[in-house]
């Protein structure tokens, strides 16, 4: 089978969800099929090389430059349109280019937001889309804005991307979601859409358990500070967590480990038992060190690598109803969740007074990781997708 892909950012190397991902979907397809990628001109040579490497072709297209004046009118055209997806003439042409003296079997575009560049550039070929962020984030994140400025502008950020979500939904030949709980929402989005379930996974032999000494009063958290869930969860780990948490356990310690910080994560290391790291080269040493992995995530949507990489290294976790979500996993054996501060500070707070049953609950969250979320069965539900929409014959868009 030949796909091509169409991604927003370079596939490689995998240092963020959406990146991880599409680069591990890639470099499973590519033991099997041949894999195309048509991807933006990044100034990144160690990306452009390693996204080079992870396919057959890739393609690039150049970013125009963009003023702050520009930016502004491109949401205030998405407010006005009512959706966030809208055609891009660099992506419209690299496409055409791609496709010349080319037969895909599927065209598989990374987001959804990149659809409408599609027309006018390609043969008749099935479409998919990667739904792995939906707009129910963005409600989420409507509902925890503070301030009516803030409030109004996610509000009509929300209202655009569920428009433009039902708009690629009926042009698809079928969409993926990352969990069953996403199919639904999107089920009612668009109820003739034909979905498929493609769920997210983890290496486990990259993150695997290592031997670095513990520290007993440590937690770690581990994402993109300066993205809003991210600094939200932050936040709720240090202003509503940590105060009942040190009532228990007088010396515990955060760790904040993330690229890009924004000034309210920055902020919060002025208090000496927080850490706030910035970009490190590699999360697992951190990760190892941790008592507890704290995931007090309460907005967005999408994957969840941050959960699956702490249970892949055997790590035990104490979450959010929203830091699983989509994910199988035995609550109280295999991570705790609760969404309240106190009860969260309770179980953090009763997992570092229990070295044994620390270790307990990472070997059974590595146990779920193994049996489960390897990339390779996530691959294997996408080719299935591929083949459906490829037996049905020409796409829709």
Known sequence: MRVLFVDPDLPAPPTSGGRTRTFHLIRELARRHEVDVVAPALPEPTGLSASRQLCRKLHLFALPAETSAGAWRRRLRSVVVGRLHHARPEVRAALGEALVGE????????????????????????????????????????????????????????????????????RLDAALAISESDRRYLARLAPRARIRVVPSGVDAEYFAPRPDPEDPRELVFVGDMGFPPNVDAARFLADAIL???????????????????????????????????????????????????????????????????????????????????????????????????????????????????????????????????????????????????????????
């Not at 575009?109 to 390609?122: C, D, N, W």
């Not at 509902?143 to 433009?164: E, P, Y």
């Not at 697992?284 to 967005?300: Q, S, T």
Request: proline share 5%.
């Open 103 to 170: 037969a895909y079997d599927v065209l598989h575009f990374v987001t959804p937001y990149l659809v409408p560049s599609l027309a006018g550039a390609r043969a008749r070929v099935p479409v998919v889309a990667d739904f792995y962020g939906t707009s129910i984030g963005a409600w989420r994140d409507v509902r925890q804005a503070r301030g009516f400025a803030i409030r109004l502008r996610r509000l009509a950020r929300w209202s655009a991307a569920l428009r433009g979500e039902r708009w690629v939904l009926r």
């Open 243 to 397: 105060p009942r948490l040190r009532a228990r356990v007088a010396d515990v310690r955060i760790t904040l480990v993330g690229r890009d910080p924004a000034p309210e994560v920055r902020a919060l290391a002025r208090d000496p038992a927080i850490t706030v790291t910035g970009a490190v080269p590699d999360v697992r040493p951190y990760l190892a060190r941790a008592a507890v992995v704290a995931i007090p995530i309460r907005g967005g949507s999408g994957v969840r690598n941050k959960t699956l990489e702490a249970m892949a290294m055997g790590r035990a976790i104490v979450t959010t109803s929203m830091g699983v979500e989509g994910l199988e996993v035995a609550t109280g054996r295999e991570a705790v969740v609760t969404d309240e501060a106190e009860a969260f500070a309770r179980a953090v707070a009763g997992l570092l007074a229990d070295p044994a049953r620390r270790r307990a609950m990472g070997e059974a969250a590595r146990a779920r990781v193994l049996a489960g979320y390897g990339w390779d069965a996530s691959a294997r539900r996408l080719e299935a997708a591929y083949a459906e929409v490829a037996a049905a014959g020409a796409g829709r868009c």
